[in-house]
């Protein structure tokens, strides 16, 4: 996985003046809050943010950036609010503001999360509305990273010739194999939306920072989510709004 050091080489790389302790700070505070967790995938959760922070990185994005990437899912999934107001102290309120923008729940200790359509809904309806374009270009890069993942996964197992919807049923709450077929709709659909939210600022993307990296985050996701819903038909599933 990629350390501190060779995140914060990265960035200086391109960004002499950078605040790279917070980057090693960053990196080790999302290290400690994610032990422990794994993706949907059995990959630990840490591989992630990481993989976030690298995307953002070859986009060329400053310090605080890459911080946010590196935190953008200690809030939701690591203490809710209290967590939030923990990243604010330590890093400052632009990290705060844009890990903020990429949390679509915070549930406190012991709460639990609202409805996933409500969620997911409220999300995409964020993205449409936002005007920070550094938390849009976190997110997006977020949900490629996720998109990208399950591509390789639908890859590998039409190269395997196991059946698809035995790969979809990690992403059935219930555990039952007859309710992938409801559920494997909603997922295309909430990321056939994100693109569509992305391509909608992409078009619009007037603010000098973003510097045509909004179209390119745009094409890049487009390209994969087409390839996900190409290979999901191949099972059957089309996107379907919850």
Known sequence: MLTANELASRVEAYHPTA???SIRRAHGYAARALEGQFRKSGDPYFVHPLNLASIITELR????????ALLHDVVEDCG???????????????VASVVDHCTDAKPDPGQAKPPW??????????????DDIWAVMVSAADKIHNARSIVADLRTVEASGAPQDAFWLRFVKSGRQEDVAGRV??????????????EAKAADESDANAAGRIG?????FRAVVSEMQALAGKAGH?????
Do not use: M, N
């Open 19 to 21: 605040d790279l302790e």
């Open 61 to 68: 994005l400053d310090g605080a950036s890459v911080c946010a």
């Open 80 to 94: 809710g609010s209290p967590r939030l107001e923990d990243v604010r102290r330590r890093f400052g309120e632009r």
């Open 117 to 130: 359509a409500d969620r997911k809904r409220a999300y995409v309806q964020h993205l449409h509305d936002t």
């Open 185 to 198: 709709p909603q997922i295309l659909w909430y990321y056939e939306s994100l693109c569509e939210a992305i």
């Open 216 to 220: 390119r985050l745009a094409r890049e």
């Open 238 to 242: 089309q996107a379907a709004s919850p």
